[in-house]
């Protein structure tokens, strides 16, 4: 039988933070959600961490859902939002788990986890990210007409309260296509699971703080902060290649960058790659931190 999901408040960085907790190993598996998503889009993989023998932390992060939501463009920028990782991750130690950490990051969550463990704010001992390419390869990619085309919504962001009014539109409609439409699968996004992220983002203020994080990192936001140097912790990226917002050729170039690299593509599955093919990125999980081969996804 699986363990129970649960959630609980913990305080880092001066915030309170919802986090959705699995398992009581000594081991810390932090899970960093993307943008429109929220803990809840961890609710395949928290179990599969704790029977893996960690405590398994979804947190809701700066902003989204129950999390305090401070105001102002600035309080979302990368350097705040990186000493929100490392607070939870002291409240984890304060807490008596005191193991291994392995930070798991998909979308604005993977971008943060690289910038954490390139700048080594923290110790980390492993790193699994999902559908979001090394920063100095993003920062690349977003030079070419290709990519521009894909990240049109990042410019139109910009633009003041008019976002939020478009998203919040007919019950956040648009949140709900911004998951269906582009799943490939699109029975892993029944109405049930559109409600919660729908709900997270008709919480008053929650558009706002969501899409702030792209208002207060539009200068440059995928540039990597430490000196370039191949990144020592070993890293496993696993890729959606139906990703209609990131092409998969923002991956190449990835081992170069760092020393332990494992990627794994899931032909056929798009951008929500845990929520839309848990099982395979479950086993390719499992796999890695076991220290078994990965499968290939066919």
């Known amino acids: 039988?699986?363990?129970?999901?649960?959630t609980i408040r913990i305080a880092a960085n001066n915030l309170n933070f919802a986090v959705d907790t699995c398992g009581t190993g000594r081991n810390l598996a932090l899970c960093l959600h993307g943008f429109p998503e929220c803990k809840f889009s961890w609710r395949h993989q928290l179990p599969l961490l704790a029977a893996l023998g960690y405590t398994a932390w979804a947190p809701d992060l700066r902003g989204y859902g129950t999390t305090s939501r401070p105001t102002g463009i600035a309080a979302y920028r990368i350097s705040e939002l990186l000493r929100d990782i490392a607070g939870l991750i002291d409240a984890?130690?304060?807490?008596?788990?005191?193991?291994?950490?392995?930070?798991?990051?998909?979308?604005?969550?993977g971008a943060l986890g690289w910038f954490f463990v390139l700048n080594t704010i923290r110790p980390v001992d492993r790193f699994i990210v999902m559908n979001l390419p090394h920063p100095d390869l993003f920062a690349r990619g977003l030079r070419t007409l290709r990519q521009l085309r894909r990240s049109w919504y990042i410019f139109w962001f910009q633009l003041p309260w008019l976002p939020?009014?478009?998203?919040?539109?007919?019950?956040?409609?648009?949140?709900?296509?911004?998951?269906?439409?582009?799943a490939v699968d699109k029975s892993r996004f029944p109405d049930e699971v559109l409600a919660v992220y729908r709900a997270n983002a008709l919480i008053p203020g929650a558009l706002?703080?969501?899409?702030?994080?792209?208002?207060?990192n539009f200068r440059n936001p995928f540039r990597t902060l430490a000196p370039a140097k191949p990144l020592r912790v070993p890293t496993l990226m696993l890729w959606g290649e139906q990703d209609a917002a990131l092409g998969r050729e923002l991956t190449c170039g990835t081992a170069d960058l760092v020393d332990d690299f494992t990627l794994r593509y899931l032909p056929g599955v798009s951008h929500w790659v845990q929520q839309e093919a848990p099982e395979t990125v479950n086993a390719m999980i499992a796999a890695w931190l076991t220290g078994t081969p990965v499968p290939t996804a066919t």
């Open 208 to 216: 706002t703080a969501m899409i702030n994080w792209y208002r207060a």
């Open 164 to 182: 939020e009014r478009i998203l919040a539109a007919d019950n956040a409609a648009w949140i709900a296509r911004a998951f269906r439409g582009m």
């Open 1 to 6: 039988m699986a363990a129970a999901i649960e």
């Open 92 to 109: 984890a130690r304060a807490h008596g788990i005191d193991g291994d950490i392995v930070l798991i990051g998909h979308d604005w969550g």
